[in-house]
């Protein structure tokens, strides 16, 4: 019979590790800063860390455009690619992804890998570097570009402790999210219905509250303008791509900003990465509307977190 492996305390320390680390800087901050001032620096500390496998990939864009010479044996996409692996292996290693987290990663990456040789064969961009492990002209390491969003997300709804409430049906949110992904296939062959996919993100999640923990206080934003703002960012990041011709547009020079029409992809693109992520990542989501906590009983349950794991855990 088949013995499988058994997951032991060792294999949960170095991510315990960062969880403490995590804590630690927190109760830091709120020690040495007002509260108002320890929160806003930790909003700003807590969005960095979670974005930070995505920024470490734009740093790696950006050197390698810069060092990279054309006849050095390695072609720039496939060290680039081996550069993204080896973050995504010091991430388990050290804790600072979880598997679960990986999982959302994985789907991100096969998505993206999809979209991206469908959108290179019909000419919507192109890799103009020269690379060996490319597909149908398509660098492999350009999956871990989606996977990042969809690492930022799951580190984001752990970091802040997010709930989403009141959520819709699933069946609701998911087909909404299937709409869109087809729509960037299919508008190369039917009309584009992305207007009504706008006006469908709206009329589906008006209602939704993403609601996140700073310290003691619980605050909230509605999810369509968590969407718009996290638009722009990837908008910038797209900016980042082009400058260092890792891609290019159709008709596009790498001194020319990316068309703002962008953000309005990146918006729709990001339900669907929602969704995706929260096919894993379940249990912070709520149909019912979310009542946080009185700031005292927050306050205990920090202080309880932040307490040292219990042996054996």
């Given at each position: ?216 206080s619980t605050l909230w934003m509605p999810l369509p303008l968590a969407a718009l703002c996290s638009s722009l960012f990837l908008w910038l990041a797209e900016n980042i791509g082009t400058r260092t011709r890792t891609w290019l547009y159709a008709g596009q020079d790498s001194s020319h900003w990316v068309s703002l029409a962008k953000m309005g992809s ?48």
């Amino acid at each position: 019979m088949l013995q499988l492996p058994v997951m032991t305390e060792q294999a949960f320390i170095p991510q315990n590790r960062t969880r403490r680390l995590e804590r630690a800087l927190g109760d830091g901050m709120r020690a040495r800063l007002p509260l108002w001032a320890a929160e806003f620096v930790m909003f700003t500390l807590k969005q960095g860390w979670a974005a930070i496998f995505g920024a470490l990939l734009l740093l790696g864009l950006i050197v390698s455009d810069q060092i990279w010479q054309p006849d050095w044996a390695i072609a720039r996409y496939d060290a680039l690619l081996i550069y993204a692996l080896g973050l995504q292996a010091l991430f388990l290693v050290t804790g600072m992804e979880s598997w679960r987290e990986v999982r959302v990663i994985l789907l991100f990456h096969l998505t993206g890998t999809a979209m991206e040789i469908f959108k290179v064969d019909a000419g919507s961009w192109a890799y103009p570097g020269a690379g060996a492990m490319k597909l149908w002209g398509v660098p492999l390491f350009s999956g871990f570009m989606y996977a990042a969003v969809g690492s930022y997300m799951a580190r984001v709804i752990r970091l802040f402790d997010m709930r989403f409430a009141p959520y819709p049906p699933l069946w609701l949110a998911t087909g909404l999210a299937v709409a869109i992904y087809v729509n960037f296939f299919s508008h190369h062959f039917l009309p584009d219905i992305r207007i009504a996919l706008f006006a469908a993100t709206v009329l589906i999640f008006w209602r939704t509250r993403i609601w996140f923990t700073i310290g003691a206080s619980t605050l909230w934003m509605p999810l369509p303008l968590a969407a718009l703002c996290s638009s722009l960012f990837l908008w910038l990041a797209e900016n980042i791509g082009t400058r260092t011709r890792t891609w290019l547009y159709a008709g596009q020079d790498s001194s020319h900003w990316v068309s703002l029409a962008k953000m309005g992809s990146w918006y729709l693109l990001l339900y669907v990465s929602f969704v995706t992520v929260t096919l894993v990542v379940r249990d912070a989501l709520s149909h019912a509307p979310y009542r946080p906590a009185p700031k005292s009983a927050q306050l205990r349950q920090n202080r309880a977190s932040a307490a040292p794991e219990p042996a054996g855990r």
